[in-house]
């Protein structure tokens, strides 16, 4: 099983994931998505080579948003700078994303229910990889897993599986 929410705490990462977290937009959120691609893509491929073809899950994104959101006054007002925004507009998002229950909000699958295009990267992140990796060892028979996380709800799991569907089958 491989979580993957702890794959954007490097520098780099961790910049285009806070990009995403705080658009306004679809647009915003998929241009940021569009920097985080080639991360997942590239950790994915890196997991199956390792793997040698055995099975692995990728476990879609869970994480309690509040904790990937900056910290520090000079954070706050570089992420406000790289979008665009007001350092107060960021700090209200930040504040927004504090739960006080860690299971209500965008836990779990809810997290692609409100922004499917997250479940979309991911799922052609993990598709990429396989193929990739297939692609350099035809000898092994790549089956990529997917798990989506916490549902709570058989309409939550079906709103999800059509997204990672459709965008696998394309």
Request: net charge negative; proline share 6%; glycine share 4%.
């Amino acid at each position: 099983l491989c979580r993957t929410e702890h794959m954007f705490f490097e520098p780099e990462r961790i910049a285009a994931f806070r990009e995403m977290i705080c658009s306004d937009t679809v647009a915003e959120r998929e241009a940021a998505l569009d920097k985080i691609l080639p991360y997942q893509q590239g950790d994915f491929e890196k997991l199956y080579e390792a793997l040698e073809g055995m099975p692995v899950c990728i476990r879609f994104l869970d994480p309690p948003l509040h904790e990937f959101v900056p910290t520090t006054q000079s954070e706050i007002e570089a992420l406000a700078a790289a979008q665009g925004k007001s350092v107060e507009s960021i700090k209200a998002i930040i504040a927004s994303l504090h739960e006080f229950n860690p299971m209500m909000g965008h836990r779990g699958c809810r997290l692609a229910v409100t922004y499917p295009e997250i479940a979309a990267m991911q799922t052609r992140a993990v598709i990429k990889a396989a193929l990739a990796v297939q692609a350099r060892h035809p000898e092994w028979n790549m089956v990529p897993e997917i798990m989506i996380p916490l549902v709570g709800e058989v309409k939550e799991l079906k709103y999800v599986k059509d997204v990672v569907v459709k965008t696998a089958d394309a």
